[in-house]
């Protein structure tokens, strides 16, 4: 797996700026400006945020903000949420990422989650799939995090069918974020890694290219996105 990442000079910062991994059928990226509208429309798709939890119609500032703390985020921690690209159109069809889940719940305290949300002509074609291995093998790999997790609400079956299809091991019930029993999954770093789902990136490489950002100053809102 090659890796070449770019770094700027922020006091005593020495993270990457940014990353893009690109799997056999997408690329993940950090979010632009350019995805303002896609972004936007996703979260208007009533289907889409159907087990999210419930919050007032996302606007062009929430957007602002999120990419803001996006940025913020990437360059403090060297990772974030992540816009998703299909290859062969060139469009935005989603995003998916690693954050910590404390500033969404206290509770949380030093847990790391997985997320994941995409357009609706994305389903049922093992997109997310292919992207939560990607960002599981380099949380987990590059970034050095040693346990990832993710939830979701029972009835949400295409998500949690996501988890297990990259790998992750169910571990019970837990209430987080306001949402109560949500199945709870984790990926661990050796477990993960020696697994047939952590033998992924040299089967179908992952590639990592640096790439500039603009600065940005904010703190990641409250939300699923």
Known sequence: MTVSNSSKGLGDYNRPVSIMLQTPRLVIRPLEDRDADAWLAMFADLEVTRFLPAGPAMTRQDFQ?????????QREIGYAMWAVDD??????IGQCGIRPAEPMDESAASEIELAYHFVRRAWNKGTGAEAAVAVL????????????????????????????????????????????????YVAEREGWRQSEWGAYPPEAPVSQLGMREQDGLASEPSDFN
């Open 65 to 73: 903000r999120t990419i803001e703390a996006r940025r913020e985020m």
């Open 87 to 92: 290859k062969a159109s060139r469009s935005f």
């Open 137 to 184: 093998a380099q949380g987990l790999g590059q970034i050095g995090l040693d346990r990832i997790m993710a939830v979701a609400l029972p009835d949400n079956i295409g998500s949690w069918r996501v988890m297990e299809k990259s790998g992750m091991r169910y571990q019970g019930v837990t209430d987080l974020f306001g949402l109560q029993g949500l199945k709870k």
